[in-house]
């Protein structure tokens, strides 16, 4: 791995000159950027996925409970284009699986959409509702909206500190974006971490001046929801079931599944599109435990031995304010 690393560290080289000058551009007004006058919080990170994005947007509509909030994203994965604003019975093809698992989550409470242009997205959004916050999932790197606030996410296991631009490694843009957040949260964090961890971690980051750092994990419901019921994790223990992943980094699903009951892991790439062959190995067998974005795609097939462990975001002492 370190030999192949080496290899693709001119292409790294190479790929970190052209984002960098990118950014040159925005930062010094070559390229332009949108600002507006209601708070525009921009969610995301800098290296390629598996940081807890969407369990960040969840935590922030809760805490901007009481507001009229829009969510805008991009839609990864769907098979439209352009503007859509979402409803509970979309599909998942349509918007994409995560918007989607939001979506039907909130319900009213938000008014959710999906658009790659985020520009044209918000404009929209605006202009047909009145809105008092938007939050701009994956949106670290769509420079030409100018967010009132930042929010950098970054896995305990892989900080960017710790990692290398593409391809050589997993980041879309230089360590010196960074920069650009006022709030940074290590996610995945070990629910026991330590004063002397997290101070090891915040000497690394090596913070700038105004920005706070915070520390979060992962938080797992007790029971699992099926197509019209529930059962609890308890109830299985130490029987072998089936999980079922189709996301970045499943490995901390696994750990915590493994703590009661024995596995039978498939696994798919990070939004993978179901094909009937693979569903018919999913009905036959007994219980299939999957993520909620999994269920997502998966739910039209009616399967009734389906079921998805519901995650939330957790934060070690104090919450961001924002």
């Known amino acids: 791995m370190q030999e192949l690393r080496l290899l693709l560290y001119p292409f790294s080289v190479l790929y970190d000159g052209i984002t960098s000058l990118r950014n040159y551009a925005f930062d010094r007004g070559v390229l332009g950027q949108k600002e507006y006058d209601i708070p525009i919080i921009a969610v995301g990170n800098l290296s390629t996925g598996g940081t807890g994005k969407t369990p960040m947007i969840e935590f922030l509509i809760r805490h901007f409970a009481g507001k009229k909030t829009g969510v805008l994203s991009r839609g990864y994965g769907r098979t439209t284009s352009g503007y859509i604003e979402l409803s509970e019975n979309d599909s998942p093809e349509k918007i994409g699986d995560e918007p989607l698992q939001i979506k039907r989550k909130f319900k009213d409470l938000i008014v959710s959409a999906v658009c790659e242009k985020r520009v044209d ?25 100018k967010a009132s606030h930042y929010v ?28 650009r957040a006022q709030t940074i949260i290590v996610t995945k964090c070990p629910a026991a971490i330590s004063n002397i961890q997290m101070n090891e971690v915040k000497m690394k980051l090596k913070l700038l001046p105004g920005q706070q750092v915070y520390f979060s994990y992962i938080g797992y419901e007790r029971a699992l929801q099926g197509m019209d019921h529930k059962i609890f994790l308890d109830d299985l223990k130490g029987k072998e079931v089936t ?26 790439s990070d939004h993978h599109n179901f094909t009937l062959q693979e569903v018919e190995t999913i009905r036959n067998k007994k219980i299939v435990i999957t993520t909620e974005k999994d269920f997502m795609r998966l739910k039209k097939y009616k399967l009734r031995n389906l079921y998805y462990l519901a995650i939330q975001i957790e934060f070690v002492g104090k919450e961001p304010v924002l």
């Open 121 to 145: 997205g918000i404009e929209r959004l605006l202009k047909e509702h009145q809105l008092e916050v938007i939050l701009l999932d994956d949106a670290f790197q769509h420079r030409y909206v």
């Open 243 to 268: 999980v079922v992943t189709g996301i970045a980094k499943p490995k901390p699903f696994l750990k915590h599944l493994k703590e009661f009951i024995k596995i039978e892991h498939l696994q798919y």
């Open 152 to 179: 950098l996410l970054t896995s305990y296991n892989m900080l960017y500190v710790d990692d290398h631009v593409l391809p050589a490694g997993n980041l879309r843009e230089s360590r010196r974006g960074a920069r």
